[in-house]
């Protein structure tokens, strides 16, 4: 996949798109960026790649007129230009693709590049130019998108180009990606690469950023890797290896590989039955799912994100009930009829670490030690009767902070100012403290940084030689490959197939995700 | 990420209220120097006539009664994030059921019985009063701010179809019903002293004064201490949360606004059980707003709602004085003064963050460079 890189080494020589010395940041005490220093050349793809809170985008949003820099220089086409708001970036030509779509979901593709670009007060004049400039465009990248389509119509990666095109409809050379394939099916981001690379052909820099070793090594030239806060190393991405980068992100040599032997699964634990979910949208209905997932095993769910994964995991953990069928959890049947919210659930064994967990998982503003208990503040030993008691809560916290290297082991500390990584092990440490039949787990790594990561599949596969049956949802094939036993996969709302451990590789995953030619294992799938 | 402009804890507590209270005052003053008179003697005038005076700081407290449990009441509410305007007619239907125990019971039950029922009372009826639109919000989906102010409308003419027809009292013109009889009255504060030999001014200021500040510590260990409370806070902060550790919303969300609404329905008995010993029209006269801008103040705190109550006490106290004193200075004037402070301590309350954490980060910057010069 890696493209041969013909540049000549040598950079010196090298015109520089963008060029940023010494760029320092602080956030009150956080110094998010310190004397970060970056050279892109013109025309070539560059990556930055870092874990959470390494200052990526601390760094791209500086370069973007979101922040403004304490201190630092930044140089676009070797002109010195001080960008204080994003309509500065824009005059420079820099174009910018966040990792959520900045779209209005009922407009037309046409309109969406045209906000705020309308000029004078006769739309239709306005509409007739920029469909103009658009189909030029479109013809020049390969980015073909239906301009009359209505954006909530189209799939992630068609909006995603509305995205770029956006960007490129503003006279952008040089595009930052923030985070692009995280929502995207390993196809998708195939494509994603090739128009990527048709800009490289026309001349636009790119700036990527991410976390996945695997993209910086597919389609950058270059690459920056940051870590807490500055720039530790520059490398061409065709003299790197994925080990090297990982180890220059984390500081030290980490182990990606999860030990994983083959499971010895015992009884059922959960059985789901024929469960179906009405949605007043088409998206997020659940039809007809059954498996089977038994103690001592980890199941794993792949598919793009929104096509029903999220449903699961709430109507599994009682936070919705089901509109049709339903599931057994130990014996006991759970249906519309028998409903059982999160709090039965929970006496019934039911642990879930949810995909959301800033929404979800902690309540930002509480202490740690508040946040460790969420779910579990009705449990007679977190004190007496109506009350809490804030000693027993410390002593809780702590020695949860101490067994899953929770840091700062600060019970006291808002639970909004850990770390992704530390915010997860505060979720995780409390569910897995629950000592469950079953554990639900939603996106377990998002946004949590390599070492976590290593620590957390650690927990799991722990837990399951432990005898708890545990289902994992991750958008992450690499993950749900690492960690599961067998493998499910889920499209618009229904279970398509799935694979065992030895079976899965990333195209046949990647095929039925997207609901394409997949084989027919429904019956392996079923009870 | 931590926003940008974070402010350390002792500032955002302690330190912005104070500034939005200077710029408030600062604005009043120039109004004041506006209209010819000197600033720096009106405030004088104001201060004297709040805490100097004789009995003037026994007005203060019984001003301060009323907003310390509207503003109680908002900020209980506020934190499950729902926005009780309702403190008004809360408080009124409060002194409803207040007023309807004293008129049936005053002749038959001593005040030991009497007093605690009429209390009980005033809050059943106040939470009912809050509980219903809380309700409407957590089933109906209808927003708390539009059917609790609906409520206050509601309640007022409840009030005046009972205090002109079955509640007033025979063979009387006005509005209002029979004076309760002695049983059924709160003693003042001058009394108590007087009869323990402390020489006290006389002043409107009763015993309801002490439940005030005993809600007050009730109310930090409802929000802090208790499951209840995680409970309120959780769904507050984050109802998804709440949700996903199996909290039920809506029984929290109804609870909380019976809790608020009792608050707010306590009121009541300053006014009825300690001063007006009967029922009255409009005995509320607004409080149950500004407990509103109390409560904003107080950052939801009932130390700092303590505080913001006495300040509020002290500017209705203080302003009637300015009023007394100064021809030019009416009473819409002093209205004036409070609103700038609501404006600025509640409307305008973030305004000097940004500046303030601006001018924090640079002393502190400062201060690090001068240390590693020095070091």
Known sequence: MAQPNEKPSGETSLPLAIDLSNINKRFGDVHANKDVSLQVVSGHIHGIIGENGAGKSTLVSILYGFYTADSGSIKINGVATPIVNSADAIARGIGMVHQHFMLVPNFTVLENVML?????????VAAQNARQT???????????????????DLPVGLQQRVEILKALFRGAEILILDEPTGVLTPQETERLFDVLRALREQGVTVLLITHKLKEIMAITDDVSVMRAGQMVAHRKTFETSPPELAELMVGRKVVLK????????????????DLCLNSPGSAGALKDISFTLRAGEIVGIAGVSGNGQSELLDVLSGITPPSRGGFYIDGRYISRKTPANPAILRDLGVAHVPEDRHKRGIVLPFSAAESIILGYSAASDEGEGWWLSPETLDTHCRRLMQ??????????????????????????AREISAQPRLLLVGQPTRGVDIGAIEFIHKQLIALRYAGCAILVVSVELDEIMSLSDRILVMNNGQLVGGLTRDEADERRLGLMMAGIGADDHSIWASR | MSAPHDLPRWAD??????????????????VVAFIGENPIEAMMVMIKGAFVYKGSLGYTLYYATNFIFTGLAVAVAFHAMLFNIGGEGQAYLGGLGAGLVCLMFDSVLPAIVLLPLAIIAAAGLGAVWGAVPG???????????????????LGASIMVWLLAGALKAPGQMSPETRVFSDNATLPFIHEIANAIGWEVARSPLNLSFVVALLACVGVWVLIWRSRLGYAIRATGHSAKAAEYAGISVSRVLIITMAISGGLAGMMAINEILGVQHRIVLNFTSGYGFTGIAVALMGRNHPVGIILASL????????????????????REMVLLIQGLIILFSGGLAYMFNKPLARLLAMILRGKRQTEAQHG
């Open chain 1, 258 to 273: 999860v030990d994983h032997s083959p499971a010895s699964p015992g009884g059922d634990v959960l059985v789901v039955a």
């Open chain 1, 116 to 124: 705020g670009h309308e000029g004078g007060l006769r739309i239709d």
């Open chain 2, 13 to 30: 507590v302690g330190l912005i209220p104070l500034i939005n209270l200077l710029a408030a005052l600062v604005v009043s003053g120039i």
């Open chain 2, 135 to 153: 309700y409407l919000q957590a089933k109906r989906g209808s927003h708390i701010v539009i059917t609790t102010i609906m409520f206050n409308f």
């Open chain 2, 311 to 330: 300040l509020f006490g002290a500017l209705y106290q203080g302003g009637a004085e300015l009023d007394f004193e100064f021809s030019t200075i009416t």
């Open chain 1, 134 to 152: 658009l189909e030029k465009l479109s013809a020049d990248f390969g980015l073909d998108v239906d301009l009359d389509m209505i954006i909530e």
């Open chain 1, 403 to 428: 067994d899953f290297d929770i840091r700062p082991p600060n019970p006291k500390l808002v639970s909004g100012n850990f770390s992704g990584g530390n915010q997860q092990k505060i979720v995780l």
